[in-house]
């Protein structure tokens, strides 16, 4: 299939990383799924941005921890676009508590770890009997390097985004069988307006100083790797794990700071 034909179904492309993901793919030429969960105003003006561009898009309200709202979400996208070739799991469910072991309550500790594989296992769950029956198809899961990164405050952010690149890895040795091929984006800290509480200038200075590309990773570089991904000529093994850190790691001598 002709890259410009594809349709992708993205959560939480209303803002930050998602909304950037939509953006690098509806120039492309790719018809574009817009979930939101609440923000419709965000959603929306993603959504002009990519038809003012001479894309196609459409916005779907819905919150994909839920299997209903995942039902309604796939349903409306096949209603407005015909079929489903990509599904990028990008949706933030829950923001992570910035909190260690002895004080970390296993209420908070759940919510992080159950609402990331929620959303994750939804729509894979529901988005697995379209792609085999067209026989093709292409997920592409958004992790994080705080899977493999410990530090202070990220045990949960950090657990569930490595449960997150486990789930991913069954579902490619599944999906292999009948033309779905499935990779993770794990990125370093992104500025976002998600992460800006958390990323002060002092911590993007840091950053800067220690990444080969002398800066933070931005969404655009997450969603340039999307859209890499994505590009058969690529021909990326199914299963595999790229970080997006823009170096971070490799000048730390270690696993890259969280996003």
């Not at 909304?19 to 929306?44: M, P």
């Not at 296993?106 to 770890?113: A, D, G, I, N, T």
């Not at 969603?223 to 093994?237: C, E, G, H, K, W």
Request: hydrophobic share 45%; aromatic share 4%; glycine share 10%.
């Amino acid at each position: 299939m002709h890259r410009t034909e594809i349709v992708v179904v993205i959560s939480g492309a209303g803002r930050g990383i998602g909304a950037e993901i939509a953006h690098r793919l509806g120039r492309s030429g790719a018809r574009v799924v817009v979930n939101y969960r609440s923000n419709r105003t965000a959603a929306h003006e993603v959504v002009e941005n990519i038809r003012a561009a001479g894309g196609q898009a459409h916005a779907v309200a819905g919150d994909v921890t839920n299997p209903r709202d995942v039902a309604t979400l796939l349903t409306a996208t096949k209603n407005v676009f015909g079929r489903i070739d990509v599904l990028v799991c990008n949706a933030n469910t829950v923001s992570p508590p910035l909190a260690d072991i002895e004080s970390l309550s296993w209420s908070l500790f759940e919510s992080k770890v159950v609402g990331e594989l929620a959303a994750a296992y939804h729509l894979t769950q529901q988005v697995l009997p379209t792609m085999r029956e067209q026989s093709c198809g292409s997920i592409v899961y958004i992790s994080s390097t705080s899977a493999d990164y410990v530090g202070p405050g990220r045990l949960a952010h950090g657990t569930a985004k490595a449960a997150l690149i486990t789930f991913a890895g069954h579902v490619a040795a599944h999906g292999a069988a009948f033309g779905v091929t499935v990779t993770t984006i794990a990125p370093g800290a992104a500025r976002t307006d998600a992460t800006a509480g958390s990323l002060p200038p002092d911590v993007l200075k840091r950053l800067a100083d220690k990444s080969i590309l002398g800066r933070a990773t931005e969404p655009e570089d997450i969603a340039n790797l999307v859209a890499t991904v994505l590009d058969p000529a690529m021909r990326i093994a199914p299963g595999s794990v790229l970080r997006a850190d823009g170096g971070f790691g490799l000048l730390a001598g270690g696993p890259a700071a969280p996003r």
